[in-house]
């Protein structure tokens, strides 16, 4: 089983247990005490903070692709994160409305969410396409990068949470959804080109 085979089986049972988690509230006291916790973060971090999630928008994507082909110079990786950043928002969008998970509360944050968003929270669509725009990339850049790009993934997560915008579970179920449509992407695109080392 290669690296991304590996990725896909690990993020896919992830979310699968997340969204049970999420769907069930199973750990509602301590996601609710995460939430609040990361949302009471000094407000001097709130415009650091806001440009970090707004890096994983659909038009800012287009821009990550665009520079993927630019450095690597072939299709393979960019064409991976395309299919990955696609599946990835179609699959959060479809798993909102499913789960129907409700954004946290101004009640529960303790005062108004600092980027309110409208719809459902689980999963986080900015993390997941986060995570399926970076998972790709992971196969082609030097080891020494691929800390800094799992950071680049885990602080656009923590990012949505301190906006009030998303609950800790659904940023994780996020990350974990996108992991799973960018690991999918690269076992799929390394079938049809070996030039994605997998």
Do not use: N
Not at 94 to 121: C, E, F, I, M, N
Not at 129 to 135: E, G, K, N, T
């Amino acid at each position: 089983m290669s690296t991304a085979q590996r990725a896909l089986v690990v993020s896919t049972a992830s979310f699968a247990a997340l969204t049970v988690l999420a769907a069930t509230d199973w750990v509602a006291g301590t996601d609710r005490r995460l939430t609040t916790w990361i949302f009471g973060w000094p407000e001097s971090w709130h415009g650091a903070m806001r440009t970090t999630w707004r890096l994983a928008t659909r038009r800012v994507a287009l821009v990550w692709i665009g520079l993927a082909l630019l450095v690597w110079r072939k299709a393979q990786p960019a064409v991976a994160m395309v299919a990955a950043a696609l599946a990835s928002w179609g699959l959060a969008l479809l798993t909102k409305q499913l789960v129907g998970r409700s954004r946290p509360s101004a009640a529960l944050l303790g005062g108004a969410a600092r980027d309110p968003l409208a719809g459902h929270g689980y999963p986080s669509a900015h993390a997941a396409l986060a995570a399926a725009l970076i998972v790709p990339v992971l196969f082609v850049v030097p080891r020494a990068w691929r800390p800094l790009l799992l950071a680049a993934v885990a602080l656009v997560a923590v990012s949505r949470v301190y906006s009030g915008g998303q609950f800790a579970l659904d940023s994780l179920g996020g990350v974990a959804l996108g992991a799973m449509c960018g690991s999918g992407a690269v076992v799929v695109f390394s079938k049809v080109s070996p030039r994605i080392d997998t």
